[in-house]
């Protein structure tokens, strides 16, 4: 599909079946995100779990650095199953409206999500499926945010009176 609303979504063949089963059975519970979750996995690619192209997707278990709503900070999370999230700060589970948003898109691709009444834009910046210690360093790498520093407020700090 290439609507630019609606970017392309690719999935790996082992993570279509599971995340196809968990969208069903919340989906059959009424489950909005759940419900959203399905219909990303619908219109989704399937390919080889070893497929080069995987390399620039957003997959179960990856590490994805992204921002939403144009002008918020970026983030970068891990995209896990819902039994295996642990961190708020570090994780991000696929059931989630902005998990259901990420999964299977591509670095540069953008995407409205909804979550708590308000539409939002969320775009992939960068994926790794590192070790942690690679993660840790995109985390602290070049803090730029549309070309403003991260931490830049001209204050020169505490002066001697």
């Known amino acids: 599909m290439n609507n630019p609303f609606f970017p392309d ?7 279509h079946r599971r995340l196809e089963r968990l969208a069903q059975v919340g989906a059959d519970q009424g489950d909005v995100d759940a419900r959203f979750l399905l219909s990303e996995i619908s219109r ?4 080889p779990d ?6 620039s997707i957003v997959t179960m278990g990856s590490w994805v650095t992204f921002w939403t709503t144009w002008g918020f900070l970026r983030e970068t999370r891990q995209l896990v199953y819902p039994e295996d999230y642990t961190s708020e700060q570090a994780q991000l589970a696929v059931m989630s409206p902005l998990g259901a948003a990420l999964v299977g898109l591509k670095v540069g691709s953008e995407i409205p999500f909804l979550t708590a009444g308000r539409t939002n834009v969320v775009r992939i910046e960068r994926v790794s499926r590192g070790d942690p210690n690679d993660v840790v360093r995109v985390l602290f790498s070049n803090p730029v945010v549309r070309g403003n520093k991260l931490f830049d407020d001209n204050d020169p700090g505490p002066s001697a009176a």
């Open 50 to 55: 070893r497929a080069a192209r995987l390399d």
């Open 9 to 15: 979504v690719i999935l790996p063949a082992s993570d």
């Open 44 to 47: 989704a690619e399937i390919v």
